[in-house]
């Protein structure tokens, strides 16, 4: 077996689901709003690896390599990753993987859909998100797969552990000679009209009696990877007031691209460029969440959050590295 869903996961299980995984688990058992999903563990892609010998592969990289060497980082990566991507997955476990989606959308909040059966797909790095090593941003997703698209994105997160930003990232890190390995994330995909990011200490000034949350029209993606400015609101979390409200200007927003699949840039309405994403008592009530997901890690936390249909969704919560 080469998968669990979220409710046979916990925070233990990092070295098989990685950071994201075993997050999604730990929050689906403690009774917080997470979209459904399971995760292909790492053990799948280790017996990838060890049936097509690219392991042996991946050791003769790691000593080839010169990371002072912008160009010998990227030929080595592009070298892996292509193996990677052209090697035909164990049919038992890609057998698997398309059981585990079927079961997903037989599920009663799924058969209700009106919008198609997406999941997004998501890379989760064994090594990921200890209070050391965050690997946020540092490997792939891919949002808005289809049934069609699933086991070529699942290889696409096993080969981003190969992206050349992620290589630097192991070198930098003295990772590169330690086993890290990644599970991929397969998560029902939330058509969000609004996203964003809590942090449940105030990350600029450490104030631990502050949240700040940020808000964006559209999927989180555009938060995440720094391509909008997105609303920030001050909560105070003795009294749940708040504290402050800076409303940006949002011209572009990313949203699902139904026409060809995955995701696509466009331009925000007029009327809603200049609105406030979340009314205020939006606000309190996702406070309230994440001040309890704190409670629940008892440790500050990164969290991302999407709203979809008025609902809010917990899609990832980490440790606050920064602090």
Not at 135 to 160: F, I, M, P, Q, R
Not at 264 to 271: F, G, L, N
Request: hydrophobic residues 40%; proline residues 2%; positive net charge.
């Amino acid at each position: 077996m080469h998968i669990k869903t979220f409710k046979q996961l916990t925070k233990k299980d990092v070295f098989s689901a990685g950071g994201k995984g075993a997050s999604l688990g730990e929050m689906t058992k403690a009774g917080f709003s997470v979209p459904l999903g399971f995760v292909v563990l790492a053990s799948a892609f280790e017996r990838f690896l060890a049936e097509t010998d690219i392991n042996i592969e991946i050791d003769a990289m790691w000593d080839r390599i010169n990371i002072e060497d912008i160009e010998s980082v990227e030929e080595n990566s592009e070298i892996i990753r292509a193996l990677i991507l052209k090697e035909k997955m164990p049919e038992d476990i890609s057998k698997e993987i398309l059981k585990e989606f079927k079961k997903l959308w037989a599920k009663p909040a799924f058969a209700k859909a009106s919008t198609g059966k997406y999941v997004a797909v998501r890379s989760s790095a064994t090594a990921e998100d200890s209070k050391i090593d965050s690997w946020a941003g540092e490997l792939e997703s891919y949002l808005d797969t289809t049934e069609k698209t699933l086991l070529e994105n699942v290889k696409k997160c096993w080969a981003s552990l190969f992206i050349p930003r992620a290589l630097f990232y192991r070198v930098e890190r003295n990772l590169h000679r330690i086993q890290v390995s990644v599970a991929v994330v397969i998560q029902k995909m939330v058509k969000s009209e609004v996203s964003g990011i809590c942090f449940t200490v105030h990350p600029v000034t450490k104030n631990k009696n502050q949240m700040v949350l940020e808000a964006g029209w559209g999927l989180g993606e555009a938060i995440v990877g720094g391509k909008i400015t997105p609303d920030t609101y001050i909560v105070d979390k003795a009294d749940w007031s708040i504290l402050d409200i800076n409303i940006s200007e949002q011209k572009m927003m990313i949203v699902r691209d139904s026409a060809k699949g995955g995701v696509k840039e466009i331009k925000v309405s007029q009327a809603k460029q200049g609105k406030q994403k979340l009314n205020n008592k939006k606000i309190i009530d996702l406070a309230k969440i994440c001040a309890k997901i704190e409670r629940h890690y008892k440790s500050p936390q990164d969290i991302e959050w999407a709203m979809e249909k008025g609902k809010l969704y917990i899609t990832q919560s980490r440790p606050i590295t920064t602090l």
